[in-house]
């Protein structure tokens, strides 16, 4: 990390990481194939701090949104030493085909730890139990994603100690809290049901990496049951 600081992400080589770890670049490229996977290790080892960090904060506190507003912050805190390149990694995770992408299959133990984190957030909050079952199911992998969201408003903040975006996330955070807690009434049942379609077939498990769902197509009606031509009257 401080080699990456130093230099930049792109001009760091794995032969300078391995001199400054006191390997060679052999055993160094034993451990992490690339560069990539090297900062796929750190991103894993984040993410593992930031649950860490966030699971004490939130001991005792039932408020929904007050949990997910400490998870988020706790994110915020964890990666604040990191800020000033994040843009770096920023070109290299926007590449839908780069490991380091969010989305990605390397991805995945990160992304599967912050996810168990959302699912605390959520499931330990006077929230779920008024839920329904289906939505339940899905909100982890959403908080996820605005974990995405703030994220990426991050990377691009400039503000001393990123203000503006925790002034995002204390904002947002209770009207994020409200709209899911409306879900709950029986006149947006509907709208849950749909919602939870488009997430699971457009959203869910991994963007731009599932194919489209198929359309239901219309079967010919059983020969029985069609109508005769009618005769000529001649």
Request: charged residues 25%; hydrophobic residues 40%; glycine residues 2%.
């Amino acid at each position: 990390m401080r080699l990456f600081r130093e230099r930049g992400y792109d001009k760091t080589t794995m032969r300078a990481i391995a001199t400054e770890a006191g390997v060679s670049v052999g055993n160094a490229y034993y451990y992490f194939e690339s560069k990539e996977f090297l900062i796929q290790g750190f991103y894993d080892q984040m993410t593992h701090e930031h649950a860490r960090a966030a699971a004490v904060r939130m001991e005792g506190v039932r408020d929904f949104a007050e949990r997910l507003d400490i998870a988020l912050t706790a994110w915020l805190d964890c990666a604040a030493e990191y800020h000033e390149f994040a843009a770096q990694f920023f070109r290299t995770a926007a590449d839908p085909d780069s490991s380091l992408s969010p989305f990605s299959n390397e991805s995945h133990p990160a992304r599967a730890t912050a996810v168990a984190l959302f699912r605390d957030v959520l499931m330990d909050s006077d929230l779920a139990p008024k839920l329904d079952a289906e939505l339940t199911e899905l909100l982890p992998d959403l908080l996820w994603l605005h974990l995405m969201v703030v994220v990426l408003y991050w990377v691009f903040d400039r503000t001393p100690d990123t203000a503006r975006t925790r002034e995002f996330v204390r904002r947002s955070t209770p009207l994020t809290a409200r709209v899911i807690a409306l879900s709950r009434y029986r006149a947006f049942r509907p709208l849950v049901r749909d919602a939870k379609g488009l997430i699971q077939d457009f959203i869910l498990p991994t963007i731009g990496r599932t194919p489209l769902p198929d359309r239901p197509t219309s079967t010919p009606a059983p020969t029985s049951r069609r109508r005769k031509p009618r005769k000529s009257a001649t």
